[in-house]
């Protein structure tokens, strides 16, 4: 047996509760023992709701077990729809009620409830939460989307934003952000589901001209049937980073049918400042650096494209623990050279992160706690989140805005480093030492005589150690080069190597 204290995803019914606490007029009624209802916990504090999520539980104990627990769900059902009057019943069991068969569905349909009931089959041994919450949403969209009403003539191009749930990575300020940028473009939103939707919302998706899936794992299965049944085009282009809004605007374009947009104006009128930042000198010392990223697979593949392209990092790693979009994580990393990591076990992702010896992690909230135990910098990219995911300000990851909170989020934990890095290597130097003082108070000025000797004029810097010294930023190379130099004199070094640069490094670290 292995024991974890961690895992990327929930059981499938915490996707479903997703789902019914994303929406409007939804009521959840789950057969569960008590030691499965966590749903406030995970909605309230995690989230910071202002209401409690739509779910009911049976919550039967151990001594029920000899008894009639079918009883129980289906006083809870009828409890809860005169409770709640909801527009649709969402009910199942969860991996603790499902060994004790008492099929949710069918006790809720023999009610003969006013309500439409949805009856969720979420194999709990075999499936887990990303895709207990597409399921959920798939059956809803079926149940409720049935007819496509005539186009007016004359409107807008209008489309569906697909994807977005409660306990998402930054879905609520994505949104945002997309619904905006779709405005400037000329393109209606006409529903946003889960996240705001209610079933009578889900009846009017067949009013769009196309839809956009913002969260594959979520709405895929969804969209595909919503191209069968009306025959509506899907946009799968993710809006994260500048390269990836370019594209989406372009697929939206394409598929709403509208002229030729100068991207380029709508980029600096919407305030992006990311290619700006990485062309500029402050950020020109962090090309190269070596990131490794692990999440859902729509945050990972669009964190290496932006890492690689726009940020001009060295990828070393690349991972997910969505095993249904598996496939386009394996694509990805290949195109980086790279052999994809696909588990959902936080010890392989600890020892691969070891291995690649990254300078940044970009992850979830578990990589988050690796890196800190590895002294690495660290930014969160992706679920599963804690509540510090969920900040009051405005911060998406979509759009050209998102871009820029891609800048500030990844570049700052580097520069972290870099400052805690500088304070170690320079701690024994005559300026910065423990006892020396503040220097704009011009106190205790040591004499030219007194500063640390140069390297023999007969010794030298090789190249590569000159470029590797060239990357450090030049308000405190002359530092790093006079402790290079007294490290290699101290030890009869002729020459200064890369090897040297580190040694020296090292040394002053201690």
Request: glycine share 8%; hydrophobic share 45%.
């Amino acid at each position: 047996m292995e024991l974890s204290l961690w895992t990327y995803e929930g059981p499938p019914h915490v996707g479903a509760m997703r789902i019914a606490a994303s929406m409007r007029d939804v009521h959840y009624v789950l057969h569960a023992p008590q030691g499965d209802t966590y749903a406030d916990l995970l909605f309230t504090m995690i989230e910071r709701r202002r209401t409690r999520p739509p779910v009911t539980y049976t919550t039967f104990q151990a001594r029920d077990l000899g008894g009639d627990t079918a009883g129980l769900f289906k006083n809870a059902a009828r409890e809860a729809v005169e409770r709640y009057r909801p527009q649709a019943l969402l009910v199942g069991a969860s991996c603790t009620a499902e060994l004790i068969q008492d099929d949710p569905g069918g006790l809720a349909r023999a009610l003969g409830l006013d309500v439409p009931v949805i009856a969720l089959e979420l194999p709990s041994y075999q499936r887990k939460e990303n895709w207990g919450a597409a399921e959920t949403f798939y059956q809803l969209v079926r149940t409720f989307a049935v007819s496509k009403p005539e186009r007016v003539t004359g409107q807008p191009p209008r489309c569906n934003l697909l994807g977005s749930t409660s306990l998402g990575f930054r879905h609520r300020d994505d949104l945002r952000e997309i619904t905006g940028l779709l405005h400037r473009l000329g393109v209606a939103v006409n529903v946003t589901a889960p996240l705001g939707a209610a079933p009578s919302d889900l009846a009017r998706l067949g009013e769009a001209d196309f839809n956009i899936v913002l969260y594959p794992e979520i709405a895929d299965q969804a969209a595909a049937y919503l191209a069968r049944r009306f025959g509506q085009q899907t946009v799968r282009s993710i809006p994260i980073g500048v390269g990836g809004t370019r594209d989406f605007i372009e697929e939206v374009r394409v598929a709403a049918g509208l002229d030729p947009l100068d991207v380029e104006a709508l980029a600096r009128a919407s305030g992006l400042n990311l290619p700006w930042y990485s062309r500029s000198v402050d950020s020109t010392y962090l090309t190269g650096k070596r990131v490794f990223i692990f999440g859902d697979a729509t945050h990972a593949v669009a964190a290496a494209r932006v890492a690689v392209a726009e940020f001009g990092f060295t990828l070393v790693g690349l991972g997910s623990y969505s095993r249904e979009q598996a496939r386009s994580v394996r694509d990805a990393a290949t195109a980086h050279g790279l052999t994809a990591l696909i588990t959902d076990d936080h010890l392989d992702v600890e020892a691969a992160i070891e291995a690649a010896q990254p300078e940044l992690v970009l992850g979830t909230q578990m990589e988050r706690h690796i890196a800190k135990r590895l002294g690495i910098g660290c930014a969160v990219i992706s679920a599963p989140v804690h509540v510090q995911d969920f900040p009051a300000r405005f911060s998406p990851q979509m759009g050209f805005e998102g871009a820029n909170v891609l800048f500030d989020s990844w570049v700052h934990p580097l520069m972290m480093g870099l400052e805690e890095h500088l304070l170690a290597m320079f701690r024994e130097d005559f300026e910065f030492h423990p006892e020396a003082p503040p220097s704009h108070l011009g106190a205790q000025v040591v004499p030219v005589a007194d500063l640390p000797a140069a390297i023999p004029a007969e010794s030298g810097w090789a190249p590569e150690a000159e470029q590797e010294l060239r990357r450090i930023p030049i308000f405190v190379r002359g530092k790093a080069r006079r402790n290079t130099e007294l490290f290699a004199r101290e030890r009869g070094m002729s020459m200064i190597t890369v090897e040297t640069l580190y040694d020296a490094k090292a040394h002053f670290a201690r």
